[in-house]
């Protein structure tokens, strides 16, 4: 079955720096689809940058960019420039032909 | 263009009542899912339906929970009787094809407490 890891519960960052949030997860299939999403206290889950496995070039939206190693099956988000508006839950999912399964979270928190 | 719209926001019951969650998709999506979010955890899935039928409904505990969607548009998620390990936020989505490559877009979801 395909699990997806998130092993850092906390992160945090001054505003304006760069952070990084950890993602890795499970499977045997070689065609999926990865996403991050972010869920800020009003809960509704907003899609933040998705990655095709058969593409070997990394994602990038703004200043939300991945580094896909599909090898290691890591899936990490890098958040360039913090804002405040970037404090909220962040989730990795992954998708094949089948469910979406999600990881348990990160909460990143932006100090001013 | 709307979002998918969920209510209520929030609903507080005794653990053996009764309750429904309504979910409007955005308008055109065929596709439409209900998730259950543990606290501390990330939402898992208990049942997709594809226009009015359901296209998975393997993780959705079937002696107490019942979703329907009537004429492809709206559908609503029904508990009966609740426990209180159903203290959870339920979130609907949609998307427009239900493919592996669609987007699934969320609604704001319906925070349920049992007590």
């Known amino acids: 079955a395909q699990t997806v890891t998130q092993s850092q519960p906390e992160m945090s960052v001054q505003e304006a720096e760069t952070v990084t949030l950890s993602c890795t997860y499970d499977?045997?299939?070689?065609?999926?689809?990865l996403f991050w999403y972010k869920q800020p206290p009003s809960r509704q889950m907003i899609l933040v940058i998705r990655?095709?496995?058969?593409?070997?070039q990394n994602a990038t939206e703004n200043r939300f960019s991945v580094n896909f190693q599909k090898a290691a099956k890591s899936f990490s988000l890098k958040i360039s420039d913090s804002q405040l508006g970037d404090a909220a839950m962040y989730f990795c999912a992954y998708r094949n032909t089948d469910k979406l399964i999600f990881g348990t979270g990160t909460r990143l928190q932006v100090f001013p | 263009e709307a979002g998918v719209a969920q209510s209520p926001r929030y609903k507080i019951i005794e653990k053996r009542q009764s309750v429904a969650f309504w979910c409007n998709p955005i308008?055109?999506?065929?596709?439409l899912y209900w998730y259950q979010q543990i606290l501390g955890q990330g939402p898992k899935l208990l049942i997709q339906f594809q226009n009015n039928g359901v296209v998975d409904d393997s993780q959705l505990p079937k002696d107490r929970f019942s979703a329907e969607r009537l004429k492809g548009v709206d559908s609503t998620l029904k508990i009966q009787p609740a426990k209180l390990e159903d203290s959870a936020v339920y979130l609907c989505?949609?998307?427009?094809?239900?493919?592996?490559?669609?987007?699934?877009?969320f609604g704001p979801g319906t925070r349920l407490t049992v007590l």
């Open positions: 499977t045997s299939e070689s065609d999926y689809y």
């Open positions: 990655q095709e496995a058969y593409k070997q």
């Open positions: 989505a949609s998307s427009q094809t239900g493919y592996s490559t669609d987007t699934q877009y």
């Open positions: 308008s055109g999506h065929a596709t």
